[in-house]
């Protein structure tokens, strides 16, 4: 109803920086009040948060547990063995913003 972006699209991802991305969580954009109220690393953990989101990170992340035979694959239910993916699997993607 909001028309609000869809945070998850690899295309906003790489047309945004994470400097962009700060200054509309802080700021507001469009429809988005503004979070001025919270703490700068708070924005930065959000700006991190958001990044988490891109589906071209999370498909990365789900062919690489389904490639990796020791592990369940994302979405499996969990085994009893309380198996967690590998860290590597989890690791962002090198960033596009130039920093
Ligand atoms: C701390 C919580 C929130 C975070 C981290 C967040 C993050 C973001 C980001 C990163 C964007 C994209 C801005 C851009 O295109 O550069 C966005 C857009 C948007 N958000 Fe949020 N948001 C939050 C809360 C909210 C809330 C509470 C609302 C509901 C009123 C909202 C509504 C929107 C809308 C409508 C847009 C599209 C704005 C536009 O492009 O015109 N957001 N948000």
Do not use: C, Y
């Not at 200054?23 to 954009?29: V, Y």
């Not at 708070?42 to 988490?52: G, S």
């Not at 547990?65 to 239910?77: L, Q, R």
């Amino acid at each position: 109803m909001l028309k609000a972006t869809n945070l998850s699209e690899p295309a906003w991802q790489s047309a945004r920086t994470d400097e962009q991305i700060a200054a509309a969580i802080k700021l507001g954009r469009g429809q988005m009040p503004s979070f001025s109220q919270l703490p700068d690393m708070t924005i930065a953990k959000l700006v991190k948060l958001v990044r988490m989101m891109n589906m071209a990170r999370l498909e990365a992340h789900a062919a690489a547990a389904v490639s990796d035979s020791a592990g369940p694959a994302v979405g499996a239910a969990p085994s009893s063995s309380g198996h967690a993916p590998k860290p590597s699997a989890l690791a962002p993607l090198p960033k596009s913003s130039g920093r």
